[in-house]
């Protein structure tokens, strides 16, 4: 009898009930993987399970969101990704993104909003937004601003920022972060659009000045967004999230979803996290689908202005 009774206790094991994995699409060590993990750790202890982490970098951060979206629906495989896999690797290169996300993955929370900015030297004339746009407005293309890439996040803003205000300028595309603050230094560009991460020690040590941000920081709060200065929308904002694939169990739901929240909301994490310029906003998994769903509509109307897409 007992043998009898004791099998559908072990089929009913609550989840979880086994290690759990979370994907994180970016290489060891790096800013995501950071943060990922530090959250790995708190879910840890609120799930009181072992939490792996398993790094899939590749194909801008697609590869790894790919591999979560692939996996087993039981909620043992989970993914930690950004805006890359989510938004801007589809309307730019959608042939190279094998999955909608709307459809092939369930959101599960919201983490953090990466904030971009527009930075010039210090030493530039421009003390304000306003100032600059007038001077590109009065200077059409003569001022050149530098960016990571056609279709990037930072060229969408450039593009947003051109339509609202009317002012025109040269857009130099380059290859990585760090080319941006030697053109920039070095006075190839006068102007950067990048993320807020990017600028910080130069901005610090005073040879950089942000202009404009895309979401208010507290350790700035003189720089302006471009609805504070009476614009009707607000650059785009990179940001971070939880995922699983779509059509893991309600049982599943019911644990990872409050689980995420209580640890993206613990006060000495978020307090840490935001000291590295970040900006911890927990939204709820409708939330979060709704963002996804409203950022992919903002840049593919922008890909098709500028004639990345048809």
Avoid at 35 to 58: M, Y
Avoid at 154 to 172: M, P, R, S, Y
Avoid at 265 to 289: Q, T
């Amino acid at each position: 009898t007992f043998a009898f009774l004791a099998v559908p206790m072990i089929q009913a094991q609550p989840y979880p009930s086994r290690t759990i994995q979370l994907v994180i699409p970016m290489p060891p060590g790096g800013f995501m993987d950071i943060i990922g993990r530090d959250l790995a750790e708190e879910l840890k202890k609120i799930l009181g399970t072992q939490i792996i982490v398993l790094n899939k970098p590749g194909a801008s951060m697609t590869l790894g969101t790919d591999a979560v979206v692939r996996s087993k629906k039981d909620g043992y495989t989970i993914a930690y990704t950004n805006t890359s896999a989510l938004v801007y690797s589809r309307v730019t290169n959608p042939e190279t993104v094998p999955y909608d996300p709307v459809k092939d993955l369930e959101p599960l929370g919201f983490h953090l909003f990466f904030p971009q900015i527009i930075a010039v030297l210090n030493s530039s004339p421009w003390k304000n937004y306003s100032e600059l746009i007038d001077y590109a407005k009065k200077n059409p293309g003569k001022l050149r601003v530098c960016t990571v890439g056609q279709g990037s996040l930072d060229h969408f803003n450039l593009e947003i920022t051109q339509t609202l205000t009317g002012a025109q300028f040269t857009h130099v595309p380059v290859k990585g972060a760090a080319t941006i603050i030697t053109s920039l230094l070095g006075g190839h560009i006068e102007v950067t659009y990048t993320s807020f991460l990017v600028v910080i020690p130069d901005v610090e040590s005073g040879k950089l000045r942000i202009l404009l941000l895309s979401k208010k920081v507290p350790d700035l709060p003189n720089v302006p967004t471009l609805s504070e200065l009476g614009y009707k929308q607000d650059l785009l904002s990179a940001w971070f999230a939880f995922f699983a694939p779509a059509g893991v169990p309600e049982e599943v739901k019911r644990v990872l979803v409050p689980a995420i929240e209580k640890a993206i909301k613990n006060p000495e994490l978020k307090a840490k996290i935001e000291k590295l310029g970040c900006i911890v906003d927990y939204k709820s998994p409708a939330e979060l689908k709704k963002l996804m769903i409203e950022d992919y509509e903002r840049a593919v109307d922008i890909a098709v202005r500028i004639g990345l897409r048809k």
